[in-house]
């Protein structure tokens, strides 16, 4: 039961990795919401072009690449990228909190609250990264 201090490389990757990990239930769950099958099988959904599903497969694409690529890049990228996607993907998920608030959406207003918890600890451990923590 030894503790030992884990790399802040390590930290950002664990925290981008239970984000992505929230999206993809986030996304599985929603499938059990009433119509959802029906308007996906339909192609009444908001996902209901090429280029829109291209644009959520980018956006879904950030958050999985940044578990890798905060243990591959180097400290100065590293840092200011885990602050951007940190902050651009806290607003988004508390922007569809608030427009989430219906009653079968109750689970997706948690999640979100979720993600936004850990993408504000992920901003919050690369702003104090070399301040704070010397690793």
Known sequence: MEDFK??????LSAL??????????????ELYV????????????MLDSPMKLF???ILLAIPALMVS???ILKPLI???????????????????????????LTFY????????ILTSLIVWYAWTWGKVNKT
Do not use: Q
């Open 69 to 71: 690529l905060s243990i």
């Open 109 to 116: 207003v948690f999640l979100a609250i979720v993600e936004s």
């Open 16 to 29: 981008w990795a239970s984000v992505t990990l929230c999206y993809l239930y986030g996304d599985y769950f």
């Open 78 to 104: 590293n840092k200011w990228l885990n602050i951007i996607f940190g902050i651009f993907f806290t607003l988004i998920m508390l922007l569809i909190a608030f427009k989430s608030l219906e009653s079968w």
């Open 34 to 45: 009433p119509h959802k099958v029906a308007g996906l099988l339909s192609g009444e959904n």
């Open 6 to 11: 884990v790399n802040i490389r390590f930290k």
């Open 55 to 57: 644009g959520a497969s």
